[in-house]
């Protein structure tokens, strides 16, 4: 399934948002995922990191110089 705006037919990159980033058209129900979809994706987004952090540390800065 293509998604596009019905207002402005462009693409819709992002259907967590409820309004289209090009015209500010309201973005239907039925183009954007649901409350369910979007806890799952930030679930998985929050794993995924936890995931990297367990990995790779993030790199931290050091204020005057010295480790």
């Known amino acids: 399934m293509k998604y596009e ?4 037919s462009r693409t819709i990159f992002n259907r ?3 309004n289209c980033e090009f015209c500010s058209a ?3 129900e039925n183009l ?3 409350d369910a979809d979007k806890k799952q994706i930030e679930n998985e987004h929050q794993e995924l990191m936890k995931r990297e952090c367990e990995i ?3 790199l931290r800065r050091y204020v005057g110089g010295a480790f």
């Open 16 to 18: 967590r948002l409820d």
């Open 32 to 34: 954007k995922f649901s």
């Open 5 to 8: 705006c019905p207002e402005c």
């Open 26 to 28: 309201a973005i239907p």
């Open 56 to 58: 790779e540390p993030p």
